[in-house]
């Protein structure tokens, strides 16, 4: 069976399967920046027959669908091109499918080297108020820095992941290690990687509401460049 009855048999299939849906009339109403679309022949930097890969909707629309050289990345189709693949050339099935385990694969790895790299560079930054003798009324304690490293960066870490022998107590900058599954590459070559924590003190703001007057002391400059004030309560 040559290259040519093959993508027709495919073609045919897919009207059958939908009367109502035309890939090219799919393509155009996506909206999308890419699209997914399921390749029927072999593509030179592109992908495999059966692989499914993502383009840009103006080359799936223009060139990959109406040319038989793709159809829209739907289940459906997915499962047609790989039944005609595995009828016509069951090795070419075989090879799609390790393909994109690899590509999968590298894909998770270029995920966590860049959640590595953030957390590297990265601060989290926490406010605590002050006991009497200088120690902060609620120390940072691991589910802390979770919760916090969640919501200011974007990344979930687990208990397992933090080493934090004790909670902190204190103002101040500080390293703590993070832990992760050996075989990870740490960003700069590094051993370890360390969150930077940074602990400061909780400001105390007065409503302008409460002064009855403010006296101007000092007019901007560039040595000062916010204008200090004296406040003369009521």
């Known amino acids: 069976m040559g290259r040519g009855e093959v993508v ?8 059958r399967c939908s009367l109502l849906e035309n890939p090219v009339s799919w393509a155009r109403s996506r909206g999308l920046k890419t699209q997914k679309v ?4 072999k593509i030179e930097r592109l992908g495999r027959a059966g692989q499914v890969v993502n383009v840009a909707p103006g080359y799936a629309r223009n060139k990959l669908i109406p ?12 499962s047609l ?6 009828a016509a050339r069951p090795h070419l099935l075989e090879e799609t499918e390790e393909a994109q385990s690899e590509t999968s694969e590298d894909k998770q790895l270029k995920e966590i080297d860049a959640v590595l790299k953030r957390l590297d560079a ?5 406010r605590r108020d002050l006991t009497g003798s200088q120690a902060l009324y609620s120390p940072v304690t691991k589910d802390d820095l979770i919760f916090e490293v969640r919501r200011q960066m974007g990344i979930e870490l687990a208990a397992a992941n933090i080493v934090l022998p004790e909670d902190l107590s204190k103002l101040g900058e500080f390293d ?3 832990r992760f599954p050996p075989g990870l590459t740490m960003p700069g070559g590094r051993e370890k990687l360390f969150l930077k924590i940074r602990v400061g003190q909780f400001l105390l703001c007065i409503p302008l509401s409460t002064f009855s007057k403010l006296v101007v002391l000092r007019k901007p400059t560039v040595m000062f460049p916010a204008i200090i004030i004296s406040c003369i309560f009521e």
């Open 67 to 78: 040319h038989h050289l793709a159809l829209p990345g739907l289940d459906k189709y997915v």
């Open 122 to 126: 990265g601060k989290v930054v926490f």
């Open 81 to 86: 091109v790989n039944a005609q693949l595995k």
């Open 8 to 15: 027709f048999r495919l073609w045919m299939s897919v009207q």
């Open 176 to 178: 703590v290690e993070l």
């Open 38 to 41: 399921v390749l029927t022949e």
